[in-house]
């Protein structure tokens, strides 16, 4: 038998897979190709619409209305600054003219010194005697007012009760005041004591002038003041007359401390009240209630005076004008009871 001969070319079908393996190469890329071109159109489009897309609105913020607060702010912070300098040169001018004042008050007090030293011993006591006699006709003027205003035609009139015949008062005494129709604790006997305790430190004040007016501490609402004179005492000695220095006590007189002092009498006779606790450590046998009684509290001081009677006291009555403080001095008179 013959050999078949072997083929010395390829088979066709061979070629036309070869076609169709690379037709489908070729397509696939094609489609790679067309995939991408219309995915990078698609990216392009989608970026330029968010390029055009409209921008978010941006808060709006009042610029003008927070200038005007601003400004507001710092017109206020300038006039207070103002203001402060205002009162800071008000303040200084104050000062510099009451140092002014001072230092003229300095200066005369110290050229009235200066002239009293100048005298002779002679012209010295003529200079002092000019002055207290300055004084006392100042002090009878005011007194002389005084009883004017005591003589005035007034309708109250005080009536006696049925008591013993009146009698200075030299035993325990306590005093009270009438004004306005109330009843007010007078603390005579402690302002007596700080008077006492006061007085020695102030005596080196009368070595350059003849009076000297000081203060005591308030008690009970009221406040005292005093004056203290230098006066000039003739001894009769053995080598003949002597003149001898020495302090005495002009006056001392209250003042108000407090506005509206004093209850009421009706709220004053009431039981537990000040007025009859006070009275109440006092005996009756020993003790005489002084009133100082003001023009417009005459009927109240004759009702107190008849309820302290019912209690056994002994009732000094001290009329005073209208104005007039309470006080005493050691040429005055004691009180006299009935």
Request: hydrophobic fraction near 40%; proline fraction near 6%.
């Amino acid at each position: 038998m013959k050999r078949r001969a072997g083929k010395t070319a390829e088979d066709p079908g061979h070629d036309s897979f070869l076609d169709v393996v690379a037709n489908l190469v070729g397509i696939l890329i094609i489609l790679v190709m067309v995939v991408g071109a219309q995915a990078q159109k698609g990216f392009i489009a989608q970026e330029k619409a968010r390029q055009t897309a409209a921008p978010e609105p941006v808060p709006t913020i009042d610029v003008a209305g927070a200038e005007a607060a601003a400004a507001s702010v710092e017109a206020s912070i300038s006039e207070l600054d103002q203001k402060i300098k205002d009162a800071s040169i008000e303040a200084a001018r104050r000062e510099a003219e009451r140092n002014r004042v001072q230092l003229l008050v300095t200066i005369a007090e110290q050229r009235l010194a200066e002239h009293r030293t100048a005298l002779d011993e002679q012209a010295r006591k003529s200079y002092d005697l000019v002055e207290q006699l300055s004084q006392a006709r100042a002090e009878m003027a005011r007194l002389d007012a005084s009883q004017t205003a005591l003589t005035k035609p007034s309708p109250a009139v005080l009536e006696h009760l049925p008591t013993p015949m009146a009698k200075t008062v030299f035993g325990r005494e306590i005093h009270f005041r009438l004004l306005g129709g109330k009843v007010a604790y007078v603390p005579w006997d402690e302002m007596l004591e700080r008077l006492k305790a006061d007085a020695p430190g102030h005596v080196g004040k009368l070595r350059d002038t003849a009076r000297a007016e000081m203060s005591l501490p308030v008690v009970n609402g009221f406040g005292a003041r005093y004056i203290l004179r230098r006066a000039e005492v003739e001894t009769q000695t053995r080598l003949g007359v002597a003149t001898q220095s020495r302090v005495e006590l002009e006056k001392l007189y209250f003042v108000d401390a407090e506005q509206n002092l004093g209850v009421p009498l009706a709220k004053a006779l009431e039981p537990g009240s000040e007025f009859r606790s006070r009275i109440g450590a006092m005996p009756p046998q020993q003790t005489t209630v002084t009133i100082w009684v003001y023009p417009d509290s005459f009927d109240e001081f004759r009702a107190l005076k008849a309820e302290l009677f019912k209690l056994g006291y002994l009732t000094a009555g001290r009329p005073l004008p209208a104005g007039h403080p309470i006080g005493g001095s050691p040429d005055g008179s004691r009180s006299s009871a009935e």
